[in-house]
């Protein structure tokens, strides 16, 4: 079991509705990832926060923003929800942006948003 | 850009036989990583094994073995002896930069595996 926590675990929300997705990293990591995983897909990659500030972005609108916290706890908030937004989003997290060799990204267990 | 591939979008193996899962990948960086993943239901992914491109030998973690063919562009899972709890959905990625850094992940599409009794 990985030290990274995401809240809530899932979510109901109309389309048009905001949200915002939390998730607390690992202790001592100082990189919070963001994926966007829809049904029978594999994850894909939506941003990137590292020391409170975005990294790197996927190709997701900027209705998708997030925030890092000095505690490195991170958000992620989506507004004027569509229905395609209906996914899990996992958070994963690393130390330096993971610039070693092995898998040092560790998820949690991720939010599962459905939206109606 | 790096693109990962699994064609085999389910399998079913008898319990303790063992299964080979494929990828192929696709990149012109000549430095790469490979990851392979394992999600159960309950969503989190699981780091399984890893194989870098300089890596003289396969990978190898426990059950778990990965047949890295550079020339082919290809890095199956094999594991062996399959238990019922290896019974989840199993992502091959890779590493891609963000920034000249490898900062992100790309994953296939999954394979899920299904151990029968």
């Known amino acids: 079991e990985t030290g990274v926590t995401q809240s809530p675990t899932h979510l109901i929300k109309t389309r048009g509705q905001q949200v915002t997705l939390r998730c607390s990293s690992q202790?001592?990591?100082?990189?919070v990832s963001w994926y966007q995983q829809a049904l029978g897909q594999g994850p894909q990659f939506i941003f990137q926060?590292?020391?409170?500030?975005?990294?790197g972005r996927g190709n997701f609108p900027p209705r998708f923003s997030g925030l890092q916290f000095p505690n490195y706890s991170s958000e992620l908030n989506v507004n004027a929800l569509e229905l395609d937004d209906s996914a899990l989003y996992l958070c994963?997290?690393?130390?330096?942006?993971?610039?070693?060799?092995?898998?040092?990204?560790?998820f949690g267990e991720g939010s599962r948003l459905t939206v109606l | 850009a790096q693109k990962i591939t699994q064609t085999q979008p389910g399998m079913f193996v008898q319990e303790k036989e063992a299964v080979t899962l494929d990828c192929t990948y696709d990149?012109?960086?000549?430095?790469?990583?490979l990851f392979w993943y394992k999600q159960p239901s309950s969503g989190e992914m699981i780091f399984l094994i890893y194989?870098?491109?300089?890596?003289?030998q396969n990978a190898t973690e426990g059950r778990y073995s990965l047949n890295f063919q550079k020339a082919r562009k290809s890095a199956n899972l094999v594991i062996s002896a399959s238990q019922l709890g290896d019974s989840a959905m199993y992502f091959c990625?890779?590493?891609?930069?963000?920034?000249?850094?490898?900062?992100?992940?790309?994953f296939g599409k999954g394979t899920r595996l299904h151990i029968l009794p």
């Open positions: 994963a997290s690393s130390l330096a942006g993971f610039s070693g060799a092995t898998g040092e990204l560790f």
């Open positions: 202790s001592g990591h100082n990189t």
């Open positions: 926060y590292y020391r409170e500030e975005e990294n």
């Open positions: 990149t012109s960086d000549p430095s790469y990583g």
């Open positions: 194989q870098g491109s300089y890596d003289q």
């Open positions: 990625a890779m590493r891609d930069k963000i920034k000249d850094r490898d900062d992100k992940i790309i």
